[in-house]
């Protein structure tokens, strides 16, 4: 049983974990109900960008960890990661969002576009580079990666996380909104994200307004135009209603994109939490890991680094 890890949960922070203590020489057995594709992770647009993290000076270490992590692993065309383009578009007259986000981008990752080339209606626009993570390709190439090197995957809905430790040195909780129930955790909440998919196209970049709630997310299976917003829905449906409001704006801000035939739409529930929970449980053999909200990619690989040295204190990984 020594440094035989459970991880619970196969969404991206699971599996980036579990990726992680691999290296570190741990044995690794993945527990979650559902595999990709039939999870959150494979619903978000994914795409690089410090969403509801900027208020936790932790969040800085970690997403620009997991910068550095997709953009190795963008030399690989296997992976579906890409180094792409992002407009972070703020309107004129309108009140922009604090930029408290820009301490969590890498050095020279981004600047600020010249005012004589912004659009008419444009106040200013944030140009960054960034990683953009193609879900659909990314996610069944890491978690074949993970076979591969011996990690097991089991189908299981695991309701306590005490039961796995008969069977484990440690269990590391990615359970995201799974947490509520396994963790009695009420700060945990549901943040439903609609999103529609419309034909792809060459598009030349990732068009993100804040203060609109718009982003458009050109991949190579369809172009991702959300969002909503809605905390504390629990039903992972889309609304006609408001997939048209999201395809009115992203019109305005693209009108080409009316010549796309739309595919169809996507729901997820975000697992968000005010902060994030990185911590070891006291006096279990239990980390935990969950809240990442809509930033669970750019902070993926940045927080199971932090688990992996929680780990090492207690259990160092054999030589």
């Known amino acids: 049983m020594q440094n035989n890890i459970a991880v619970i949960g196969a969404g991206i922070s699971g599996m980036a974990v579990a990726s992680l203590l691999l290296q570190k020489g741990y044995k690794v057995t993945i527990y979650a109900k559902d595999f990709s594709p039939n999870i959150t992770s494979n619903r978000a647009a994914a795409f690089w960008f410090p969403y509801h993290i900027r208020n936790d000076s932790r969040g800085i270490g970690w997403c620009r960890y997991t910068y550095d992590y997709f953009k190795t692993y963008s030399a690989n065309p296997q992976t579906g990661i890409s180094m792409k383009t992002l407009h972070k578009v703020v309107e004129q007259h309108v009140a922009e ?59 299981q809905n695991i309701s306590s996380l005490d039961s796995l430790l008969q069977q484990h040195s440690f269990v590391i909780n990615c359970a995201a909104l799974g947490a509520v129930q396994l963790c009695n955790d009420s700060s945990l909440i549901p943040v439903r994200g609609q999103v529609a998919l419309l034909q792809p196209a060459n598009l030349p970049l990732i068009y993100l307004n804040n203060e609109k709630s718009l982003y458009i997310v050109p991949r190579k299976d369809a172009i991702i135009v959300g969002g909503t917003y809605e905390e504390n829905v629990n039903d992972p449906v889309t609304e006609p209603a408001a997939l048209q409001q999201i395809l009115n704006k992203a019109y305005t801000a693209m009108p080409q994109l009316t010549q796309q035939t739309v595919l169809g739409s996507w729901a997820g529930l975000r697992p968000y939490r005010s902060d994030v929970r990185v911590e070891k449980e006291p006096g279990k053999n239990i980390i935990h890991n969950y809240g990442h ?19 090492q204190q207690y259990l160092p990984a054999k030589a």
């Open 293 to 311: 909200g809509g930033s669970g990619f750019t902070l993926s690989f940045g927080c199971a680094l932090t688990v992996t040295e929680i780990l």
């Open 97 to 155: 969002e604090q930029a408290g986000w820009v301490s969590f981008m890498p050095e020279g990752s981004y600047h600020m576009v010249a005012p004589h080339l912004l659009p008419k209606g444009v106040a200013q626009i944030y140009e960054a580079t960034v990683p953009l993570i193609e879900t659909q390709l990314f996610l069944p190439w890491l978690q074949q990666q993970l076979t591969n090197a011996g990690v097991q995957f089991i189908q």
